[in-house]
């Protein structure tokens, strides 16, 4: 998608003659297809008697950013808000406190997050960097192009739990798969690996469950993640409509593809909600994931409960629980492996990094988000009632 910047006035959805102080908590707003709530107005509030405007950030770009305000997209400067903490950066999908009358226009600050997606990056000084902002959904595409990669779904689900979103794995190409057994083994497969998360097989070309995925994610923000070759280029096209994003094949023998996504843009879906679409992650590494990694492995956290030992390792103690399962079958030795190899990863990071800070700002993302999804329900509520 092409965004380039435009005065308030331009874009042909925008209604100029709204103001935030009027419409601020109104559905009518025109920016509640981007997700705009009466939560948000609160916290903007005390900007409106600056003469500043909301919008939300649709695209950051080398020290600019466009931003959707009530008006229209606009392209401002991001000088006010590039503090040494890359995760203090501003990011897709945040709420921005624009000044949108000056010359050049800029970004002063943005509201508090709700919720935010991090990973650690490739750098030696284990620093984070945030993918995505204020998302309620976590989509994990996987391609059925190819063998199935438990370890990798595994640790996707470990940062998207930690962000305070709600993880979904959509199981991609399904209409490679010969037979509707086939499938149905693949997708017990990822169940096993993603307790407490819908497993949902898509078919872009078929469109056999483009539907449901749909109306999962019409009520809020959603991220798409995923590998180079996974589908998302073509899945995100196929909820929004239209050929919107660039899609090149991927190659037959290992189901991999070149980045046709080179930014992550937030885009409004037809049937509700908005869609962040991000470039292919070669590298997911964890950045202070503990309790992610506990939730994606919350059974071997519930067997740990019984050990004789609170410190135990599952590694030789007499009377651990986790290792008694293990012997019995009831846990497989592939998922205990797994819970061990993410573990050591996630310790060394904290062990690198402010772990406190890193803390406080996840509970904040994660009571934000609940704070979010229970006024979403609320809405849902609402309107079911009408």
């Known amino acids: ?53 909301p919008g939300r950030v ?5 020290g600019q950013c466009d931003v959707v305000t009530a008006g229209g997209l606009v392209r401002v400067d991001t000088e006010f808000v590039t503090p040494n903490d890359p995760l203090r950066v ?8 624009v000044d949108a009358g000056g010359d050049p226009r800029y970004v002063r600050e943005y509201l508090p997050r709700r919720t935010a997606f991090v990973r650690s990056t490739s750098s030696k000084r284990s620093e984070g960097q945030i993918l995505a902002a204020n998302v309620d959904f976590a989509i994990i595409a996987v391609s059925l192009a190819v063998e199935l990669d438990l370890g990798r779904i595994e640790r996707f689900l470990a940062l ?18 010969p037979d509707a057994t086939g499938l149905g083994y693949l997708v017990q497969d990822v169940e096993t690996a993603a307790p407490g998360v819908q497993v949902l097989p898509v078919s872009a070309t078929d469109g056999d469950g483009l539907d449901v995925l749909g109306a999962l994610v019409s ?22 409509g239209e050929d919107v994003l660039t899609v090149q094949a991927a190659r037959d023998v290992d189901g991999k593809g070149r ?18 679409d991000t470039p292919g992650l070669r590298g997911v590494g964890l950045f202070d994931a503990g309790s992610g990694v506990g939730q994606v492995f919350a059974e071997i956290e519930e067997l740990a409960r019984d050990c004789r030992f609170l410190d135990c390792a599952h590694v030789a103690e007499p009377g651990c629980a986790v290792l008694a399962a293990l012997d019995s079958g009831e846990l497989p030795e592939r998922r205990l492996e797994s819970y061990r190899k993410l573990l050591r990863e996630n310790q060394r990071i904290v062990a690198k990094t402010d772990a406190r800070v890193r803390s406080e700002l996840r509970k904040e993302w994660k009571r934000r988000g609940a704070e979010g999804r229970a006024a979403m329900e609320a809405k849902r509520g609402t309107r079911a009632w009408r």
């Not at 998207?160 to 399904?174: F, I």
């Open 219 to 240: 009520g809020g923000t959603s991220v798409l993640l995923g590998q180079s070759g996974a589908g998302k280029s073509t899945l995100a096209n196929a909820l929004l």
């Open 58 to 62: 649709v695209r950051v770009d080398r």
């Open 259 to 276: 980045h046709t996504t080179t930014t992550r843009n937030l885009l409004v879906l037809p049937g509700g909600g908005v869609l962040i």
């Open 1 to 53: 998608m092409s965004f380039s910047s435009s005065s308030p006035s331009s874009s042909p959805s925008a209604s100029p003659s709204a103001s935030p102080a009027s419409a601020a908590g109104s559905a009518a707003h025109p920016l509640a297809p981007y997700g705009w709530d009466e939560a948000w107005a609160a916290a903007f509030a005390p900007h409106l008697d600056r003469g500043l405007v």
């Open 90 to 97: 501003i990011c897709t999908g945040d709420w921005a406190v």
């Open 160 to 177: 998207a739990w930690e962000s305070g979103a709600q993880p979904l794995v959509v199981l991609t190409k399904a209409d490679l798969v």
